[in-house]
């Protein structure tokens, strides 16, 4: 994020935060876990790929009996996402795609030809124990979830996160109506149930700050 909580701008290009010492330290964390998670507006606005980017990465991965890539799994409530989408034609690990109840016959039309996606209803809203109960059946057990703003507050508001890992851009975005980081919503972590800093350090020019949300009250 930005110094002001930003995770974009109002551009219709996306907005660089990381440095490229960031990136290959969240290549290093994505290579260690089971599944990566979106929600929907992310694969919109950004249409990412989601995957290991270092070669070296992939191999150790391969050579420990895994996919190169993670499980990608997003949120979507409607389904009404394109099928063409990066994050369902790259990787060798497919792909899991939450929706409400409702939603469901719908977009398993619209994916019908996609063989390595899993459309599967998962509450009315979407619910997010249901959705990890799912994964944790598909053998996920480090899920790394990127956002957007939504889904951060979605699961940080639940209480299920297990660690927060904040990199801090040098620079404002400034923009009143610029997407943040979480938006409004009742937190578990408050000034009576501080989080714990488990790391602080610079990552080429990005301030890394590392939180285990199993922190002390007082």
Known sequence: ??????????????????????????????????????GAGTVRADNPRLL??????????????????LLKVVLSASGELDPAARVFTTGDAGAV????????????????????????????????????????????RRLMVEGGGAVHTAFLTRGLAD???????????????APRFVRPGVFPQGPGA???????RAVGDMAVLRYTTEGESG
């Open 1 to 38: 994020m930005s110094l002001d909580g930003r995770v974009d701008d109002l551009s219709r290009e996306r907005l660089r935060l990381s440095d490229e010492a960031d990136f290959d330290e969240v290549d290093e964390l994505r290579a260690g876990c089971d599944a990566i998670l979106v």
């Open 52 to 69: 290991v980017r270092s070669p070296e990465r992939q191999r150790r991965r391969l050579a420990g009996g895994r996919p190169a890539h």
């Open 97 to 140: 795609v939450y929706v409400a109840d409702g939603a469901r016959a719908g977009t398993e039309r619209r994916f019908a030809g996609a063989v390595t996606v899993d459309v599967v209803a998962a509450g009315d809203p979407v619910d997010l124990g249901t959705v990890l109960a799912d994964l944790a059946r598909r053998g996920v």
């Open 163 to 177: 660690e927060l890992r904040l990199a801090v851009a040098p620079f404002f975005v400034g923009q009143r109506d």
């Open 194 to 200: 501080r989080m714990r800093l488990l790391e602080s």
